[in-house]
């Protein structure tokens, strides 16, 4: 090669050096959305008092009425004030991993402790000295306690199931909307439902209340009519720009409306007695308009390969059988089959693996008559050449799925009821090829376990690190993993030894720092999840 070509060759490569490093520096730097393409703030207009009270007592309501609801229910609350703001993404380091995008997820129990879980997603030293008031963050367990505030605080996007709105039991705060202001970050809200458990209940008295609409409502319906917007639902912040989101209605498996209005029976009443007594757990009506769903938001990130990355947040049903939380999560998958972007799909998918139908005497009965996988399991029992076996395979069997949603499932043998969902989602095809990440790598999971997937959720000696349980539990009894977070990286992950973009890593679940209060902060404790961006 001659000299000219040679430097026309040096000037090339030099050039497209050049062009690669801008185009990094505008990745890390600039938002890929530019500002005046941003919703700076949208969300539909509430229902008012009025309109609260004809739902809790009409059914069907007017037709004017059941159109703004839906509107209530479909159209998100969003704002981008934070990145308009300046505010830019934390993008931490993780050691070995590089710069990534920590997610996390939370059930925070309708933010009853609201300022707990500020003081706690912020990081705030304030923390750890109440901590160090209750003798819970001392030694090690300060070490761990420290070590997950700074998980929460570095976090760039924050998940939340059961976000209250305009509720009394949470001094009618925007949950969604505070968090995001003390955290510096964008916001998007979908409502899942409109509470109005208080309202029927005060109507019912009106009817037993000669010229009724005299009264103060205050006193009648136990809230202030003022403030009062009775919703409840899920949310994501983010510190990244939000492009778009949408709300997805699930397949209702259980009517809150009608189904909690009905007589409780005489079993229900049993079993209500026995979850206050066994778990000293209250458990109450909830009357409600709406039912479960999924939020769907894409995050303009520039290091992904779209530019985009799509988080989705469901909150499936837990008054069912599991079958249909298995319908619900087909639905959904359904709805993002179409996404070429990485996907962070986390949420609370209530995985028990019990039937929660609200129960009757009649319900129970045909449950067993029309089941023939109770009459099959009853046949095949009889002639199992072991002595009480029918009576020790429950034990058995509950030891196998102890904190493990994903064990093996033998239908008559050794049932696990909660296996077909994630046999779903494992089977699960995007339209671009895509799949969830079900991998368990020892050195990109969390504690270096292996196994189903322990890349995105921590893994415990036996099974998983739970992540619900009951205030007051007996051993191997109300403790269960129902918070998840499944991870789609881009087509063709090599699981090589240096970092995976978007992959998941280190899937982790907060137990500590949910109770490092005295109290714990939520029913749910907190998990993460960490994505290299390079």
Same mark, same amino acid.
């Given at each position: 090669m001659?000299?000219?070509?040679?430097?026309?060759v040096?000037?090339?490569?030099?050039?497209?050096l050049?062009?690669?490093?801008?185009?990094?520096?505008a990745?890390?730097? %600039?938002?890929?959305?530019?500002?005046d393409r941003?919703?700076r703030?949208?969300?539909? %207009?509430t229902?008012t008092?009025?309109?609260?009270?004809a739902l809790s007592s009409?059914?069907?309501a007017?037709s004017?009425?059941e159109?703004h609801?839906?509107?209530?229910?479909?159209?998100?609350?969003?704002?981008?004030?934070a @990145?308009l703001?300046?505010?830019?993404?934390v993008?931490?380091?993780s050691?070995?991993?590089?710069?990534?995008?920590r997610a996390?997820?939370?059930?925070?129990?309708h933010?009853?402790?609201?300022?707990?879980?500020?003081?706690?997603?912020?990081?705030?030293?304030k923390f750890?000295e109440?901590?160090?008031?209750?003798?819970? %963050?001392?030694?090690n367990?300060?070490?761990?306690?420290?070590?997950?505030?700074?998980?929460?605080n570095?976090a760039?996007?924050v998940?939340?199931?059961e +976000?209250?709105l305009?509720m009394?039991? @949470?001094h009618?705060r925007?949950?969604?909307r505070?968090?995001?202001?003390t955290?510096?970050?964008n916001?998007a809200?979908?409502?899942?439902?409109v509470?109005?458990n208080?309202?029927?209940?005060?109507v019912k008295?009106?009817?037993?209340?000669?010229?009724g609409l005299?009264h103060?409502p205050?006193?009648?319906?136990?809230?202030?009519?003022?403030?009062?917007?009775g919703?409840n639902?899920?949310?994501?912040l983010s510190r990244?720009?939000?492009?778009?989101?949408?709300i997805v209605?699930l397949?209702?498996?259980y009517?809150?409306?009608?189904?909690?209005?009905?007589?409780i029976?005489?079993?229900?009443r049993a079993?209500?007695?026995?979850?206050?007594r066994?778990?000293e757990?209250?458990?109450?009506?909830?009357?409600?308009?709406?039912?479960r769903?999924?939020?769907? +938001?894409?995050?303009a990130?520039?290091e992904?390969?779209?530019?985009?990355l799509t988080?989705v947040t469901?909150?499936?049903?837990?008054?069912?059988l599991p079958s249909c939380?298995?319908?619900?999560?087909r639905?959904l998958?359904?709805?993002?089959?179409g996404c070429?972007n990485?996907v962070?799909?986390?949420?609370?998918?209530?995985t028990?693996?019990?039937d929660?139908? &609200?129960t009757? =005497?009649?319900h129970?009965v045909?449950?067993?008559?029309l089941?023939?996988?109770?009459?099959?399991?009853?046949?095949?029992?009889?002639f199992v050449p072991?002595p009480?076996?029918s009576?020790i395979?429950?034990?058995?069997n509950?030891?196998k799925n102890?904190h493990?949603p994903t064990?093996?499932n033998?239908?008559?043998?050794a049932?696990?009821?909660?296996?077909p969902?994630f046999?779903?989602?494992h089977?699960?095809?995007f339209?671009?090829g895509?799949?969830f990440d079900f991998?368990?790598i020892?050195?990109?999971s969390f504690?270096r376990?292996g196994r189903?997937l322990a890349n995105s959720?921590e893994?415990?000696?036996?099974?998983?690190?739970?992540?619900?349980?009951?205030?007051? @539990?007996?051993?191997?009894?109300?403790?269960?993993k129902?918070d998840?977070?499944?991870?789609?990286p881009p087509p063709?992950? &090599?699981?090589?030894?240096g970092?995976?973009?978007?992959?998941p890593?280190?899937?982790?679940?907060?137990?500590?720092v949910n109770?490092?209060?005295?109290?714990? =902060?939520s029913d749910?404790c907190?998990?993460?999840?960490?994505?290299?961006?390079r």
């Amino acid at each position: 090669m001659n000299r000219p070509s040679q430097r026309i060759v040096t000037l090339g490569c030099a050039l497209c050096l050049a062009i690669s490093v801008v185009r990094t520096k505008a990745a890390n730097e %600039a938002p890929s959305t530019p500002a005046d393409r941003l919703i700076r703030s949208e969300y539909p %207009a509430t229902l008012t008092f009025s309109e609260l009270v004809a739902l809790s007592s009409q059914n069907p309501a007017p037709s004017d009425l059941e159109s703004h609801l839906s509107k209530v229910l479909t159209e998100p609350f969003v704002s981008n004030e934070a @990145t308009l703001l300046g505010m830019k993404p934390v993008r931490p380091r993780s050691s070995g991993l590089g710069t990534v995008l920590r997610a996390v997820e939370w059930n925070i129990n309708h933010g009853l402790n609201a300022s707990e879980i500020e003081l706690a997603l912020s990081g705030s030293k304030k923390f750890e000295e109440e901590a160090r008031t209750h003798g819970l %963050a001392n030694g090690n367990m300060a070490a761990r306690v420290r070590d997950q505030l700074e998980a929460l605080n570095t976090a760039d996007v924050v998940i939340l199931n059961e +976000v209250d709105l305009g509720m009394d039991r @949470t001094h009618y705060r925007d949950i969604t909307r505070d968090l995001a202001e003390t955290l510096h970050m964008n916001y998007a809200f979908g409502v899942e439902f409109v509470e109005l458990n208080r309202l029927y209940l005060g109507v019912k008295k009106l009817d037993s209340v000669a010229a009724g609409l005299e009264h103060n409502p205050s006193e009648v319906f136990g809230v202030d009519p003022k403030q009062y917007r009775g919703l409840n639902g899920n949310a994501v912040l983010s510190r990244y720009p939000i492009r778009s989101a949408r709300i997805v209605r699930l397949p209702q498996c259980y009517d809150w409306y009608g189904g909690e209005i009905g007589q409780i029976s005489d079993l229900e009443r049993a079993k209500r007695w026995s979850a206050e007594r066994i778990f000293e757990e209250r458990v109450h009506r909830q009357v409600r308009r709406g039912g479960r769903n999924a939020l769907i +938001v894409d995050l303009a990130v520039p290091e992904s390969p779209t530019g985009v990355l799509t988080v989705v947040t469901p909150h499936l049903e837990n008054y069912c059988l599991p079958s249909c939380r298995q319908q619900q999560i087909r639905f959904l998958f359904n709805q993002i089959a179409g996404c070429r972007n990485p996907v962070v799909l986390g949420g609370d998918l209530n995985t028990t693996g019990e039937d929660g139908t &609200p129960t009757s =005497i009649r319900h129970e009965v045909l449950k067993r008559i029309l089941d023939y996988k109770f009459w099959a399991r009853r046949a095949m029992l009889w002639f199992v050449p072991v002595p009480f076996y029918s009576v020790i395979d429950y034990p058995i069997n509950y030891v196998k799925n102890y904190h493990d949603p994903t064990a093996l499932n033998m239908r008559l043998i050794a049932p696990n009821s909660s296996k077909p969902l994630f046999r779903e989602t494992h089977a699960f095809r995007f339209d671009d090829g895509g799949s969830f990440d079900f991998k368990g790598i020892p050195r990109r999971s969390f504690h270096r376990k292996g196994r189903t997937l322990a890349n995105s959720n921590e893994r415990a000696w036996k099974g998983f690190a739970v992540t619900f349980s009951f205030r007051r @539990t007996i051993p191997l009894f109300g403790k269960f993993k129902l918070d998840w977070f499944f991870v789609k990286p881009p087509p063709g992950d &090599p699981a090589g030894a240096g970092p995976v973009p978007f992959s998941p890593y280190r899937g982790r679940t907060m137990q500590e720092v949910n109770t490092a209060l005295g109290e714990r =902060i939520s029913d749910h404790c907190p998990i993460s999840v960490d994505l290299p961006l390079r």
